[in-house]
Structures are given as structure tokens and as C-alpha cells.
């Protein structure tokens, strides 16, 4: 479909070989009328079976402004598939969006007024939500519980933005970017990260802390993403390695030199920071990545145990029974009913979360 020239936002969603979650997030915005009509391109690396299912999908939006690219090639990234993405979006702001979460219509449209209005800021992005569906007697219902925490990155100065950014980590790659500075992080992540070790350990910690060194960074106070809990691979095993560990068996230090030289060099050259000055500050920071970002060290418990079962092939209700101890001691904040955010800050958007919960309990896939 021809990308329309009336929309001020392109949302780009990347897929591998998964079909179970495209359709969701596609009548989410089918169903959330308002002024914004973002376009939207679905980077898809799929095989050709899984190409197909995920075009007839497609098929049904025709109220959608959806594009359909064909990612091709063995070892694509996710990085690898957003560059090819950029490269047909015009747009003035450009966000990323997983498969299997959803960045609200509300969230976008402030983030876009906001950055209009705000040209010293580079990403605005606000609340985030996790939330999971289970069997309650015979039905699934929806649950949630807030996600991250919120800090605006704000001072003029590039170096003390990354020192908060260290500092006060809130991951901005599924923010709203303008688009010009999203392409150009993302180029400088593919660029510097040369390998799938590399790209998975600091490719989101990368394209947060060059945001911050770009520009300032918005935190609103608005109900922005909702990020799935649980998302299985149709089959597909991924491990994920943790930071810890690479500082544990002494290979962190020697994987981060680009990371770090990467910072350095773009720090240097938007600041009047010399080359030493930039260097210890990113040292400095890196020391604060191996102490961990979270204070949450049961949730880190929880995860490193799973991950262990998980590359031992581990049979899956062991990970399901750390799964069920987890929420035990860090329940669900809300249930889910319609009157969600009443007494929070985010009570006006009750509306769009029940949108939300209506998509992902009874929309057909």
C-alpha cells in the first residue's frame, strides 16, 4: 500500500516467523479512532509461508496505512530490519514497536505534540504498563501492573544527560524519536556492535544512552506502551544473556570496549568535554552496569534462575512454577476492569486501556 502524505508519525513494527500477535496490535489501531493516522510498516524477515499468513492479515486493515517490507537475507537483526524500515519512512517522528506490545494512541499524539512544541528534546515517551492474561474458572482475564519507573532526562548539558542516563536508566527504544535522530542512532548501534553477542548486550542500552547524548529526553505523564508478559516464539528458543554474566566469567569488560568508544566519540563531539573527561564519565557509567540497574534483585533472581533452566532444556512447568512465585510476592497492582486507572495520575485514559484489554482477550487471530 502507498504510504499516505498526511500523517506526521510512522510506527514501525518488526516480525520474525510469529504470527500470533500482528493482528492484535493491528485492530488496536484499527479500533482507536482519532486525528493522528500514523503510517505503520511491518518489517517482516519471516520465511515465505509466515510472510503470506502475516499479508493476509494485512488484507483485512484496509482502513490501515500499513506497509508490508520484505526483509531478506540470513542474520538479520532486529537493528538490521528497522535501518531497511527508516530507510522508507518521511515522516517527522518515527517509533519502534514489538510485535507483542502496543504503544497507545494517546501516547503518540502527545509524544508528537510534544516534541513539535519541545525542539531541544529528541524522544518523549510516558507510562508503561506489563500486563498477562490466565484462566480465572472459564474465562482469560486480563491483569497488569505498572512497569518502569518515570524520569525525564533534562539538563543542557550532553555529559550530565548521560550521567543521568546511567544513573536513571529508563530504556528508550520504543520511544518516539524524531526521525532524523532515530536513523542516526540506529545507524551508529549496526555501525559499532558487530556481532549478535554484542547487539543483544548493548544494543538497547546503546540507543538509550546516544538519545541522551543527542538530546533531552520526555518522560510524560500519560498511559504510553503495554508490554506483554510471557510472549512465546511459536517454538522458538531464545536466550537472552544477561549483563551479569558477562561480568561474572570476565568478558564484559572486553565486549563493552565499543560500546564505550562509541559514547565517547559522540559525547566529544556534541559537548566541550575532551577526550580523558568523556572517557571516565563513560567508564564510570559502564561501572553502574555491572552493579545492575534495577534494585529488584528477586525479579533478577527469578530471571537468571529461569534462564538457567531454560539452557539446561529444563522441562517448561519448572519455569511456569517461578513464574506463579514471582507474582506471588510482586502481585498484580489492579485487576482489569474498565475503571483501571481510577485514582492514578492516568484516570483519562481508562477508556483507551479498555480498548487494550477488549483487543487482547477477544480479537480472533
Known amino acids: 500500500m502507498k504510504m499516505s502524505d498526511n500523517s506526521e508519525i510512522t510506527i514501525i513494527i518488526p516480525i520474525h516467523n510469529r504470527t500470533l500477535f500482528l493482528p492484535q496490535v493491528l485492530e488496536y489501531y484499527s479500533r482507536s ?118 524520569h525525564s532526562v533534562t539538563a543542557d548539558d550532553a555529559g550530565e544527560r548521560l550521567k543521568d542516563e546511567f544513573l536513571n536508566c529508563k530504556h528508550t527504544l520504543y520511544a518516539v524519536h524524531r526521525t532524523n535522530e532515530l536513523k542516526y542512532i540506529f545507524q551508529e548501534v549496526r555501525r559499532v556492535l558487530d556481532s549478535n553477542v554484542k547487539i543483544l548486550l548493548f544494543g538497547e542500552l546503546l540507543s538509550t544512552m546516544l538519545a541522551a547524548v543527542r538530546g533531552k529526553i520526555m518522560d510524560m505523564d500519560v498511559f504510553y506502551s503495554a508490554r506483554r508478559e510471557d510472549a512465546y516464539y511459536q517454538g522458538q528458543h531464545i536466550k537472552w544473556p544477561l549483563v551479569r554474566e558477562y561480568v561474572e566469567n570476565g568478558q564484559f569488560d572486553h565486549e563493552s570496549m565499543s560500546f564505550k568508544k562509541c559514547l565517547v566519540e559522540n559525547l566529544i563531539a556534541v559537548s566541550s568535554l575532551g577526550r580523558d573527561e568523556a572517557t571516565m564519565l563513560v567508564d564510570a557509567g559502564s561501572e553502574s552496569i555491572k552493579n545492575g540497574f534495577s534494585p529488584d534483585r528477586f525479579r533478577h533472581l527469578v530471571l537468571n534462575t529461569s534462564n538457567f533452566l531454560k539452557n539446561k532444556n529444563a522441562p517448561g512447568w519448572i519455569y511456569s512454577i517461578f513464574k506463579k512465585v514471582y507474582r506471588t510476592f510482586v502481585p498484580e497492582k489492579r485487576g482489569g476492569s474498565a475503571q483501571d486507572f481510577l485514582d492514578t495520575d492516568l484516570h483519562e485514559y481508562n477508556d483507551d486501556l479498555k480498548i487494550l484489554r477488549e483487543v487482547v482477550l477477544h480479537h480472533i487471530v
Open 33 to 150: 479512532k482519532n486525528d493522528l493516522r500514523p503510517q505503520i510498516i511491518v518489517a517482516d524477515s519471516s520465511s515465505d509461508e509466515n510472510f503470506l499468513k502475516s499479508a493476509a492479515v494485512i488484507g483485512r486493515y484496509s482502513d490501515l496505512d500499513i506497509r508490508h517490507l520484505s526483509i531478506r537475507g540470513t542474520g538479520q537483526t532486529l537493528y538490521d530490519k528497522i535501518i531497511s524500515a527508516l530507510e522508507h519512512v518521511k515522516t517527522d517522528f518515527c517509533v519502534c514497536c514489538a510485535d507483542d506490545d502496543f504503544v497507545t494512541v494517546d501516547g503518540l499524539g502527545g509524544a508528537c505534540e510534544f516534541l513539535k512544541n519541545n525542539p531541544d528534546f529528541v524522544v518523549a515517551h510516558g507510562a508503561y504498563i506489563s500486563f498477562h492474561t490466565r484462566l480465572s474458572g472459564p474465562i482469560d482475564k486480563f491483569y497488569w501492573r505498572p512497569a518502569y519507573f518515570n
